[in-house]
């Protein structure tokens, strides 16, 4: 089964066709000519991803499916969240992201008498799938973990490198491996809920 992906980032669509496996062939809206960016100014992870994916079933009539990560820091009362992929202005920078990150994080140490509880954070991610009736359906996942007070490993994408998975103690992100990271992270798991409800179908 094809299937587009709302994503021109190769970390993510290698992840999401390792996830779901050879039975579907995963592309980017790149690949069918969509090159324009697609718009994303819901105020919600669901609202954003749903966007996103009616944006390309409407032009496609495809199956298709979008996701929206956030990454929310207990100290920072849930930011980045929505604004993750632009927390240091436009243009997905993600090494101006994590040095912004860092910073903030920084800055609050020195005001916590607890710096372990200040650096608890998540991703959460929300997937918009679309078939041919047209009708959205919404997996989500989680991954339950800290932000490092430096960056780590050569691995991922985004924030990786600086966030420390529960799963996986001592370890960032960049630091396990693809099929490692699959098993335990958010947007892993949010496409294993989807994959297992179109077998369910």
Known sequence: MKIIFATGNKGKLREASEVLGPDYEIVSPASLGITEDIP???????????????????????????????????????APGIYSARYAGPGHDHEANMAKLLKELEIRRSKSANDEQSRRARFKTVVTLILADGAPHFFEGCCEGS??????????????????????????????????????????????????WLKSI
């Open 40 to 78: 994303e100014t819901g105020s919600t992870l669901q609202e954003n991803s749903l966007q996103k994916a009616q944006y390309l079933f409407e032009r496609t009539g495809l199956p298709c499916f979008a996701d929206d990560t956030g990454l929310e820091v207990d100290a920072l009362g849930g």
């Open 147 to 196: 932000i490092a007070t430096e960056k780590r490993g050569s691995g991922g994408f985004g924030y990786d490198p600086v966030f420390l998975p529960d799963a996986y103690p001592g370890r960032t992100l960049a630091e396990v491996s693809e099929e490692e990271k699959n098993a335990v992270s958010h947007r892993g798991r949010a496409i294993r809920a989807m994959a297992d």
